[in-house]
């Protein structure tokens, strides 16, 4: 298989700073993954989907992975459901397409989600009020060290927020994904802002869902064509009783939401706002006009200028709310 050498990774990246990887791999099949592993075993790897989660701020001395095994199979169906186990390039909202125009529920409010769909269990993808961990069966894996095959139940991948085993570890190369999906859909109301743009319709399709979703993301999101950026840059933080009722004394209007006893969720979108980070920019980076919790990139090549920002934020915020608000992007 070809090996790519001092590649540029601007392209790679939905915040285009500019990288050269040592070395670069686009694998076809899971054998042409498992040679490559094992011709390789010293050099430090990093797998690489579509780019929409992560940006560079420096040059990759090892091997970057770049998935490119296509294709489906259908491993089960009867009048109720049906398993289909789909490649790890495969563009994630072209299966969403795909599955809304053969009324296969269960992905609708994940469309226009970028990424791939090796990528979607890494950090268990979500949009309105739902998880992708909610119809993955079984995670298909090569293991980065040896190269050898491995299998991950649902149960197996510990997903949770916006995290996963893979993405805790590291450790496996997601080479297909088995989701398990509805033949008959009902809609069931999740979201305000969907059941507004469903204009209060009671039993949407499944199409006039997706297409709802769609509309609502490209009002919402920055084209990351014109504007680079990674979507929501900051997870939104988990809050124990103490810091839940400092941050109400501090902002009474603050959401906050019960997870248990002793943790709380707020947003993070607001405390970037309070802290004065609404629609402000530094140099050539800055929130996005219409959602502060996305970071945008007004034409720098430098990944540490998207750093430094980001560390303006967590500083601010964390001096006046004493929270910490954690990355969602990958930074390498
Ligand atoms: C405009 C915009 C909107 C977004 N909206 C949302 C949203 O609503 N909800 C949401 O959850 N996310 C959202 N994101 C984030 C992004 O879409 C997801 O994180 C997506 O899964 C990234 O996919 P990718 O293929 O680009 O992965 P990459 O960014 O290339 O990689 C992300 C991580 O996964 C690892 N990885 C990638 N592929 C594999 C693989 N095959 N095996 C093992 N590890 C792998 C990488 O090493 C990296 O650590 C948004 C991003 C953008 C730019």
């Not at 790679?12 to 670069?24: E, G, I, M, V």
């Not at 001096?319 to 930074?331: A, G």
Request: with cysteine.
């Amino acid at each position: 298989m070809n090996i790519q050498y001092n590649i540029q990774l601007k392209p790679y990246n939905s915040f285009r700073t500019q990288a050269h990887a040592k070395l670069f791999c686009e694998p076809e099949s899971v054998a042409e993954l498992s040679d490559i592993l094992k011709k390789y075993p010293d050099e430090k790897k990093l797998v690489l989907g579509g780019g929409f989660n992560l940006f560079f701020t420096k040059d990759f001395d090892g091997l970057i992975i770049h998935p490119a095994m296509k294709g489906f199979n259908i491993w089960y169906e009867d009048t109720n459901l049906i398993e289909i186990e789909v490649s790890a390039s495969t563009n994630w909202d072209d299966f969403v397409e795909f599955c809304v125009d053969n009324h296969y529920a269960g992905i609708e409010n994940l469309s226009l989600i970028p990424s791939t769909v090796g990528a979607a269990p890494v950090q268990n993808i979500g949009a309105y009020g739902t998880e992708v961990k909610e119809v993955i069966t079984l995670v298909r894996t090569v293991d980065i060290r040896t190269g050898e095959p491995k299998d991950f139940t649902n149960k197996m991948c510990y997903f949770e927020y916006r995290d996963s085993f893979f993405k805790r570890t590291g450790n496996h190369i997601i080479t297909s994904v088995v989701f398990r999906l509805k033949k008959l859909f009902t809609y069931k109301e999740k979201y305000i802002d969907l059941t507004n743009e469903l204009k209060n319709n009671k039993y949407p399709t499944l199409r006039e869902v997706r297409d709802a979703i769609v509309r609502i993301r490209t009002r919402k999101m920055p084209d990351y064509d014109t504007l680079p950026n990674a979507g929501s840059f900051f997870k939104n933080p988990y809050l124990t009783y103490e810091q839940k009722e400092k941050l109400i004394r501090l902002l009474p209007n603050a959401t906050i939401h019960h997870v248990n006893e002793n943790c709380f969720k707020t947003s993070s979108a607001f405390l970037i706002d309070k802290a004065g980070y609404k629609n402000k920019r530094s140099g050539m980076v800055g929130t996005y006009e219409h959602h502060s919790l996305i970071i945008v990139n007004y034409g720098t090549e430098q990944g540490k200028d998207i750093v430094n920002f980001m560390e303006q934020i967590q500083h601010t915020v964390h001096s006046q709310f004493n929270i910490w608000l954690e990355p969602e992007v990958r930074v390498y």
